[in-house]
């Protein structure tokens, strides 16, 4: 049997859903799965980040978990099973790989996403507008880079990147103008503009928003936690001064580090 971890896997999930086995499990929905669909998937992209087989493997794992225990309280429930679960994207892979499947011809992987979209669309035929279809509760980042990626299709795009630059800084100037008049509303509108205006300019040079601002905040906890390292009084003691001298040393002695370990 060519998949029988996976097969004896679905009937450890019907065991531990059946009346006899775990209350945990039982007590689940869709709804109260939800936040462990996303932690699952955030750890998962964590595992690939740190180029890690092994708990790439224990990541994936939890993942294939969240699929089959909805899948199985959707099977409880009447409405589809795992089975079902995996036709419908077998059969959409198929569809959308006529380069493959059939005789459709492409040549480079832009005109294989292309085509997708051309597929999707015809699928999709429910969605009147460009903006149909984003998932209310993806994080901002990824909201924003599906939005104007959306919008771009249908040639909502600036004619060049420095128009695009400039907006970015019309949008601080409108903030800061907003600053002046102590308008907090506005001021949150305008902090927002400069978000997406920015998360453009990422996606002008093909920079995934979402994956830039994740390695920044690594970055930040890794030199803070050598800050941390280095001080030789409590940090709420520093002033501003004695606060940038030790962040540069803590930059210095991360990079040195990474030197040596490179060698």
């Known amino acids: 049997m060519k998949y029988k971890q996976l097969e004896e896997l679905i009937g450890v999930i019907e065991t531990l859903r059946s009346e006899n ?4 499990d039982r ?36 993942v294939l978990l969240q699929v089959l225990l909805h899948s199985q309280i959707a099977s409880e429930e009447g409405d589809y099973n795992i089975e079902d679960v995996a036709k419908e994207l077998k059969d ?13 011809i492409v040549e480079t992987p832009d005109d294989v996403v292309k085509n997708w979209e051309i597929l999707k669309q015809e699928e999709k035929k ?9 998932p209310k509760n993806l994080p901002a980042l990824m909201a924003c880079q599906k939005i104007s990626k959306r ?22 100037d409108e903030f800061f103008e907003a600053v002046k008049n102590n ?24 920079i995934d928003a979402e994956q830039s601002l994740l390695r920044a905040n690594s970055k930040f906890m890794k030199r803070f936690r050598k800050m941390e390292e ?12 004695e606060y940038d001298n030790l962040w540069k040393k803590a930059k210095k002695s991360i990079s040195t580090e990474q030197q040596t370990s490179a060698k």
């Open 230 to 241: 280095l001080a030789i009084k409590p940090l709420d003691e520093y002033s501003f001064e």
């Open 126 to 134: 429910e969605r009147k507008s460009q903006m149909d279809g984003i």
């Open 183 to 206: 308008d907090k509303n506005s001021m949150e509108d305008e902090m927002g503009d400069i978000f997406f205006a920015t998360v453009n300019l990422a996606r002008w040079y093909k």
């Open 92 to 104: 959409k892979l198929i569809h959308r790989h006529p380069h493959v499947f059939g005789n459709a």
């Open 27 to 62: 007590a689940q929905t869709h709804k109260s799965l939800t936040p462990n669909m996303l932690e699952e998937a955030y750890e998962a992209v964590e595992a690939i980040r740190e180029g890690n087989p092994e708990h790439l493997r224990e990541e994936l794992g939890d």
């Open 21 to 24: 086995g775990c209350v945990w």
């Open 151 to 172: 919008a771009i299709k249908v040639g909502f795009e600036w004619d060049k990147v420095e128009t695009l630059i400039e907006c970015i800084k019309s949008e601080y």
